[in-house]
Nanobody
Framework: QLSLVESGGGLVQPGGSLRLSCAAS????????MGWYRQAPGKQRDLVAR???????NYADSVKGRFTISRDNAKKLVYLQMDSLKPAGTAVYYC?????????WGQGTQVTVSS
């Protein structure tokens, strides 16, 4: 089982940047594909970006060119660099395996994009 803790959220103006971090513990980390997901109020939780154990990446169309996912397998960390943020990016952001597993959801980190 993988235990995950997200951090780095906050309030940012449109066009601003944030870097989210996800710390993993409790299992072999490097073999898993990992993903960042987000859930806006009243909406379903959607995949934003994913990264394979070897580092290949894939992004939702809505964030391509603005978000970058990366990982440090030695430190068991996954990052999400978010640039040119838009108000539509307001959501709680979570990390999990890809595909996600129910018992690995953490508390998430709130990102609010507003002027």
């Amino acid at each position: 089982q993988l235990s995950l803790v997200e951090s780095g959220g906050g309030l940012v103006q449109p066009g601003g940047s944030l870097r989210l971090s996800c710390a993993a513990s409790g299992s072999i980390f490097s073999i898993y594909a990992m993903g960042w997901y987000r859930q806006a109020p009243g909406k379903q939780r959607d995949l934003v970006a994913r990264i394979a154990g070897g580092g290949s990446t894939n992004y939702a169309d809505s964030v391509k060119g603005r978000f970058t996912i990366s990982r440090d397998n030695a430190k068991k960390l996954v990052y999400l660099q978010m640039d040119s943020l838009k108000p539509a990016g307001t959501a709680v952001y979570y990390c999990n395996k890809f595909p996600p597993v129910a018992d690995s959801w953490g508390q998430g980190t709130q990102v609010t994009v507003s002027s």
